[in-house]
């Protein structure tokens, strides 16, 4: 890790399923580690989406066994290290916590555990120090596992789609964010903003109409529109980074975009 920056956490969350939290979260990795960064992706999502997307082994499940989910349990206490699988080594690296299938219980079983909402900051804690970057893909949910993201992260970022109904799946989120924030955060997290995810080009009129709303949105500024593309599925089958996979598509620009946006904040 470069010694001039601090790791920062960042939570890619939105409760409306399907809207490019894992596809973001992928393509934001290969940027930043395509910049010479080393990015710890977690896969907080029970789906195993970004270890299905990385193509990288789901975690072992079982008493005693070292995963994610023992994590959040308080049952493995040690380093993230210790979950850590290595994807690639392009200028710099990603790493995977990678799903388990276990996973599927944590909801049921990190509600009854004490701290409750704070099992992966303090999981999370052993990665400061040791990765530039933490990105979390977390579920299509407002439960125990997205208050853990939003309490573990140093920032949000929100992949959204020009649609109505993501206007409205934010009138959700922020509240959610701003009580996570009121109760169980010392500093507040910080909202990096918008990724618009799965553009149609040309914009159709409700399309356009949905970007002047987001617009208007205070201090939720639109980070980068990703457009549809077929380059996002194809990288996803290969298990690759788009912005390693298609290094000259508009696709891998906005992750480059969306890493400087980053990289300005953790200086
Ligand atoms: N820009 C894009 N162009 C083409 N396909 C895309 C694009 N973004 C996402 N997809 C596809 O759309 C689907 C949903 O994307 P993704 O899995 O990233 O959403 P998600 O918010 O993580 O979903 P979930 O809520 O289930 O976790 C995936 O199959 C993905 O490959
Ligand atoms: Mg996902």
Do not use: C
């Not at 393509?27 to 710890?40: D, I, K, M, Q």
């Not at 005693?64 to 392009?90: C, K, M, W």
């Not at 690296?93 to 303090?122: H, T």
């Amino acid at each position: 890790m470069d010694a001039s920056t601090t790791t920062r956490i960042t939570a890619v969350t939105n409760q409306k399923g399907g809207v490019g939290k894992t596809v973001t979260t992928i393509g934001l990795a290969g940027a930043l580690a395509e910049a010479g960064r080393s990015v710890l992706v977690v896969d907080l999502d029970p789906q195993g989406h970004a270890t299905d997307g990385l193509k990288v082994p789901q975690a072992p499940s079982g008493n005693g066994v070292p995963n994610l989910y023992r994590a959040l349990i308080g049952e493995f206490t040690g380093p993230v290290a210790d979950l850590a699988v290595t994807h690639s080594q392009p200028a710099g690296r990603i790493d995977v916590v990678p799903n388990a299938f276990e996973m599927f219980m944590a909801v049921r079983d990190v509600d009854k555990v004490k701290a409750r909402e704070q099992r992966l900051a303090k999981l999370l804690n052993s990665a400061r120090g040791v990765w530039d970057y933490v990105l979390i893909d977390s579920p299509p949910s407002l439960d125990i596992l997205t208050d853990n993201a939003l309490t573990a992260a140093d920032g949000v970022l929100i992949p959204v789609e020009a649609e109505d109904s993501s206007l409205k799946a934010l009138e959700l989120l922020l509240p959610q964010v701003a009580s996570v924030d009121a109760d169980l955060r010392i500093k507040p997290l910080e909202l990096h903003g918008l990724v618009v995810n799965r553009l149609r080009r040309p914009p159709s009129l409700l399309a356009q109409s949905v970007l002047k709303e987001f617009a208007t949105l205070d201090g939720l500024p639109v980070l980068a529109t990703v457009p549809l593309g077929v380059v996002i599925t194809e990288a996803w089958r290969y298990g690759r980074t788009v912005v390693d996979y298609a290094p000259e598509s508009e696709h891998a620009s906005a992750y480059r975009s969306i890493a400087e946006t980053l990289e300005g904040v953790a200086r």
